[in-house]
């Protein structure tokens, strides 16, 4: 649905060139959840801008569907852009214009009759849980309402693609549960191909089916969202991920002499099955639980834990457990 | 009302109609050349969506120029442009062209601040709707601003009447030249009282309009 193809983007300034892409080539499927995450200046921001074009890469193409954004003329551009919509950070509504006006906007720009307008513009409210607040300036609502403004806008025109730029990072925690709700619900029901980019673990973990990690306008990490965050391989990935878990890892003095760490990872329906005793039982190893974590990546179940195993024989213990389907790692 | 003795209440009506006259005159076209003016410079400014450094320089210059110049000399310097335009340097007519020009540059760098003033993020979002430049500017940028943009026409519509008041040193007529001509260089302390009241009058009814018209614009 979205392809990068070596997308490289440069800023000069008078300290000099610096990179914010560099070479980045992803592919998002149709219907995905896509999340693209780094630090604050890795060029997330102007990764997702590339994809409409708001920022023009100086290298590489951009593919939507099966046209090339790098390559449209300003007219055949804008009407790309009305096939993909975007939300913002600080959601970027017209103060001028009541919440109808807003989610009637880009129609307007369109030219669409009055009266589809009329009819789409209740019809997204209603979807969206705003009717009552159609006649009210966004002034008048909070950062969560102002969001689902912001989504039924990018949504009026029936688009193929939503763009998500840092689009709960201004909100609460429980705002941003339920915008992701939302999120997840159109991606679902309609299908949508999402692309977001985010600082939050969090959000990843929530919606995203595949996620990439950006370091210096470079993709460093990329796979399905479960993998990455399970067995993250690169640095940043690692120490992202231990900031959103408050720095939670195993206490190394804790180890008992002579034990044996292991990092051990269930996945699916095998998560809430008693592997790790059977296994234990049967091998006459004890273990002793350092750290874990049982969650859902993307509604599906996982746990996660680092233990020591004493006794018994370990390695019979670490064979029948990879044969159960737990991965076996260090820690 | 011996005060008042040296008053021509008929005098004082036609001066107060020659300077509504004057300021309602300028005043629309104040703001028919100064909105483009000021889109232009915005657009043309750094970083916009139409920058470009020549025509953003040449048009600063401009007004620069335009706003640098004391207005009493302008309305000399102007007197051949004024007869060439509107046939005449005096009276009303005479006036307009000289306002206009002194108060154009004036407000089309109010309408550029107060352009400024959007979110950049609401051009970007109109942008990512697949407005057009001109859209963006008609239907984003030009509500957005407007209520900087109807204090600046405030602002402007007060600077013109002491601009009118000086016209009439050209033989604009008008409260000004009254004032002027009666109050000060006859020593008519009377005439002078009454337009000076006059033109605080117009100029609070001025300010009070302006700003009840923004608080209907502003849902910030």
């Known amino acids: ?331 | 009302m011996e005060f008042f003795a040296n008053v021509d209440w008929s005098e004082i009506a036609r001066a107060s109609r020659d300077t509504l006259l004057m300021l309602s005159g300028a005043m629309v076209l104040t703001v028919v050349f100064g909105v483009p003016l000021g889109v232009l410079l915005y657009l043309s400014g750094r970083g916009r969506l139409a920058a470009n450094p020549v025509v953003n320089g040449l048009l600063s210059l401009i007004v620069n120029i335009l706003r640098s110049v004391p207005f009493i000399i302008l309305l000399i310097v102007m007197l051949p442009v004024t007869v060439l335009l509107v046939g005449t340097s005096l009276g009303v007519a005479g006036a307009i062209p000289p306002l206009v020009v002194g108060a154009a540059p004036f407000y089309a760098r109010l309408v550029e601040t107060a352009l400024r003033e959007v979110d950049k993020g609401v051009v970007e979002a109109t942008q990512a709707m697949g407005g057009s430049t001109f859209q963006i500017v008609t239907r984003a940028l030009l509500p957005e601003a407007m209520p900087g943009i109807i204090a600046g026409a405030t602002v402007t519509a007060i600077a013109l009447v002491s601009y009118t008041a000086m016209a009439g040193v050209v033989g604009a007529g008008g409260l000004g030249d009254l004032a002027i001509r009666f109050g000060y260089q006859r020593f008519q302390t009377d005439v002078m009282v009454v337009t000076v009241v006059l033109l605080l009058i117009l100029v609070q009814i001025l300010q009070m309009i302006g700003d009840r018209l923004v608080a209907r614009v502003s849902h910030r």
């Open chain 1, 1 to 331: 649905m979205i392809r990068l193809d070596g997308v490289t983007r440069r800023y000069r300034s008078a300290a000099g060139e610096r990179v914010a892409l560099d070479a980045v080539d992803l592919t998002v499927g149709k219907g995905q959840v896509f999340g693209v995450v780094g630090r604050s200046g890795a060029g997330k921001s102007t990764l997702i801008r590339t994809i409409n074009r708001l920022e023009r890469p100086d290298a590489g193409k951009v593919f939507v569907g099966d046209q090339e954004i790098t390559a449209l003329k300003p007219a055949a551009l804008r009407a790309a852009r009305r096939r993909i919509g975007m939300i913002f950070q600080h959601f970027n509504l017209l103060n001028a214009k009541t919440i109808e006006e807003n989610v009637a906007f880009p129609l307007r720009l369109e030219g669409r009759p009055a009266a589809e307008v009329e009819r789409r513009t209740a019809e997204l409210l209603d979807q969206l849980g705003l009717a009552e607040h159609a006649r009210k300036h966004p002034a008048q609502l909070s950062g969560g309402q102002k969001q689902r403004v912001g989504i039924a806008r990018a949504l009026a025109c029936g688009p193929d693609v939503l763009l998500c730029d840092e689009a709960t990072s201004a909100l609460d925690p429980e705002t941003t549960d339920d915008i992701l709700s939302l999120l997840d619900g159109l991606n679902r029901d309609l299908g949508l191909t999402i692309v977001l980019i985010t600082h939050q673990m969090e959000v990843v973990r929530r919606v995203c089916d595949r996620v990439a990690v950006l370091k210096d306008g470079r993709v460093v990490e990329e796979g399905a969202t479960a993998d990455v965050f399970l067995h993250p391989k690169s640095p940043v990935t690692r120490a992202m991920l231990a900031e959103g878990e408050g720095g939670e890892t195993f206490d190394a003095s804790a180890v008992p002499t002579g034990g044996r760490v292991a990092r051990l990872t269930f996945r699916g329906p095998a998560t809430y099955e008693p592997e790790l005793s059977r296994v234990a039982r049967s091998t006459g190893v004890d273990y002793s639980i350092l750290s874990g974590r049982i969650s859902r990546i993307r509604g599906e179940p996982y746990g996660q834990m680092v233990v020591a195993f004493t006794g018994g024989d370990a390695d019979a213990a670490v064979t029948q457990l990879t044969a159960r389907g737990v991965v076996v790692e260090a820690p």
